[in-house]
């Protein structure tokens, strides 16, 4: 087949691999002189804080590589805006759950931040090591704080009793280490793994020690998620107070025998399956036989699954 190619076709196709090895900061640099004179905003480096604290207990804002670890961070928590938005949206729902437990435990406030980056406010997650829930615990750790873990019923997704756990598990870490930040690195790497560090690097400081990239990246994780979810204009969000999810009101329910029928069940209390495991994430099967006739506190929605959120 014949193609007529018009004249200055020739031209323009020589004139391709000029354009298509133009120096790529030539065009970034129009499209940056365009857009900041439309008035759209340019993506810029975060600024640092001069001082910061975590539990407490001061982040040594002088180690340059204290300062560029938490640069990182912070930079990504800035700039996944969807994700980090939905934090903020999450902060009324979780944090009135979560603080209460905090206090009455004498644990630092900071360890709500500890939570989400954990979990990420999904009170379903699921590690590919099988820890579970808001503070991703492991089976084998949730058993032996007294928590139940069946097909049937997982007390991992169960919000206030993990976060007891929890609790627990950062009283027992402080008292071996006298340190928060240390806590939170025992936390996330293992008690073994840190005591063998500290043994062999001879620094008692978590901004001293090496660490595996996950648990070297974890405290200033932690610390992004504090300073931008304490102040989220400062970082360029502005989320309306309209815009949170609220706390929504919810009733107890318990229940001392079985359930055939958790739809059925849900259904008669004015709800459906899918709210009732909303906010029973513990519950993991269509039905509750509980042999042990334990006693289960369920919570339903004062208002049912119509109530409004906004």
């Avoid at 000029?18 to 480096?45: E, K, Y």
């Avoid at 405290?219 to 309209?242: C, H, N, Q, S, W």
């Avoid at 004015?270 to 029973?280: A, D």
Wanted: proline content about 5%; overall charge positive.
């Amino acid at each position: 087949m014949n193609f007529n190619i018009p004249s200055r076709f020739p031209r323009l196709i020589k004139a391709l691999p000029i354009l298509l090895f133009l120096p790529f900061t030539a065009c970034t640099q129009t499209h940056v002189q365009l857009a900041d004179s439309v008035g759209t905003h340019l993506f810029t480096p975060v600024e640092l804080p001069g001082k910061l604290s975590f539990a407490g207990e001061e982040v040594p804002m002088d180690y340059f590589d204290v300062r560029e670890s938490l640069d990182r961070e912070l930079l990504s928590t800035v700039y996944f805006h969807s994700q980090t938005i939905r934090y903020i949206k999450s902060m009324p729902r979780y944090f009135s759950i979560i603080e209460p437990i905090l206090k009455a435990n004498g644990v630092p406030e900071d360890f709500k931040y500890l939570c989400v980056a954990e979990s990420g406010f999904d009170v379903r997650a699921l590690s590919p090591a099988k820890a579970a829930g808001f503070w991703q615990l492991l089976e084998s750790t949730a058993k032996e704080n007294g928590l139940q873990v069946n097909p049937e019923v997982d007390e991992r997704y169960h919000i206030e009793k993990a976060t007891e756990v929890a609790c627990r598990m950062f009283k027992s870490a402080y008292q071996k280490y006298g340190s928060w930040a240390l806590v939170a690195a025992s936390y996330n790497g293992g008690r073994a793994g840190l005591d063998q560090k500290l043994a062999t690097q001879k620094v008692k400081s978590y901004y001293d020690l090496l660490f595996v990239e996950e648990t070297t990246r974890y405290v200033f994780r932690i610390l992004a998620l504090k300073l931008v979810m304490e102040d989220p204009e400062v970082y360029g969000f502005k989320v309306d107070k309209k815009d949170l999810y609220p706390v929504i009101e919810t009733k107890d329910v318990e229940v001392n025998g079985s359930i055939a029928d958790l739809s059925a069940w849900a259904i008669n209390k004015g709800i459906n399956l899918k709210i009732l495991k909303m906010f029973n994430p513990w519950l993991r099967d269509l039905s509750l036989k509980n042999p042990a006739k334990k006693t289960y506190v369920l919570k339903i929605p004062e208002k049912g699954f119509r109530t409004k959120t906004n």
